[in-house]
Structures are given as structure tokens and as C-alpha cells.
């Protein structure tokens, strides 16, 4: 098909120039070879593909692969026991780094939920996995914020 409009446009194109007297600029009879290109790579990619070589897509969506989230670093550069706790209750932990620690910290989960940077996906979160201690701060929250 790209070819057969490639010839029809040349002509034209010809045509146009030698029997009209039209001035046609070298660049319109350039433009048939990009279409001529295409098909010569879809061509090829069509025979190099060796058959068999597409699979259908699996019929169940495989299990998700645990996901380790790296230790956030402590604020202020504090290092050792206590640096992760500080930073659960620090009001400058970015909501990033309080998701990380909720996942990879359970202990600090309350400590996480009292924190007024804790977003609120982050506290929907919390409630779902339904951790009384948790669920308590999150109500003290409530309260507090009136």
C-alpha cells in the first residue's frame, strides 16, 4: 500500500512538473522514501522475528515479590538505637520517610500515628491493618485537631 501511493505521488508529482509548468521543489519527490522506509523495516522485522517468539500473556498475575524499603536515615544525621524512633516522631519527617518506617518498622507504627506529619493516606493505611495502640493515637489525633 506505501508503495503503490509512493509511484501515485511521484508521478503526480512528475506529471505536474513537465506538463503543467509547475516548479516543484526537490524535497516532494524525496517524500515518498519515508514511507517506502517504514515498510522496509516493518518488513524486516517481520521476517527476522523467529515465529513462536511472542507468547501469550500468562493467565494469572503472579505474586508480588516482598518489597525491603531501605532504613530512612535519622534526622539531624542521629545515628544508632533510637535514630528510627526519633524520626517517627519528628514533625520534619517527610511523609516518605514515615511510609517507610510504617512499612518496615511495626514498633513505630504509634509513634507514626501520633505524628502530625503522618499524611493521611498513610494514617487510612494504618487504620486498615487495625492495631489498637494505633487506632488509639489516630483517634487522639481526632480529638485534638477538634
Do not use: C, K
Not at 501515485?8 to 521543489?25: I, K, N, R, S, W
Not at 524535497?27 to 518488513?43: C, D, F, R, S, T
Not at 536515615?73 to 535514630?83: E, I, L, S, V
Not at 498513610?122 to 480529638?143: F, K, N, Y
Amino acid at each position: 500500500m506505501f508503495l503503490a501511493g509512493a509511484v501515485a505521488f511521484v508521478g503526480f508529482a512528475l506529471v505536474a512538473e513537465y506538463v503543467v509548468d509547475v516548479t516543484v521543489p526537490p524535497v516532494v519527490l524525496a517524500l515518498p522514501v519515508l514511507p517506502l522506509a517504514v515498510g522496509a523495516v516493518l518488513i524486516r522485522a517481520a521476517v527476522s522475528e523467529p515465529r513462536g517468539a511472542r507468547q501469550a500473556p500468562a493467565a494469572s498475575v503472579p505474586a508480588r515479590p516482598a518489597v525491603e524499603f531501605p532504613v530512612a536515615p535519622a534526622p539531624f544525621g542521629a545515628q544508632g538505637p533510637g535514630a528510627e524512633r526519633l524520626l517517627a516522631s519528628s514533625p520534619y519527617a517527610t511523609p516518605s520517610e514515615l511510609s517507610e518506617l510504617a512499612y518496615g518498622h511495626p514498633e513505630l507504627r504509634t509513634a507514626i500515628a501520633a505524628n502530625p506529619s503522618s499524611p493521611a493516606s498513610l494514617l487510612q493505611w494504618l487504620t486498615e491493618q487495625g492495631e489498637p495502640a494505633v487506632l488509639a493515637a489516630i483517634s487522639a489525633r481526632g480529638r485534638l485537631l477538634g
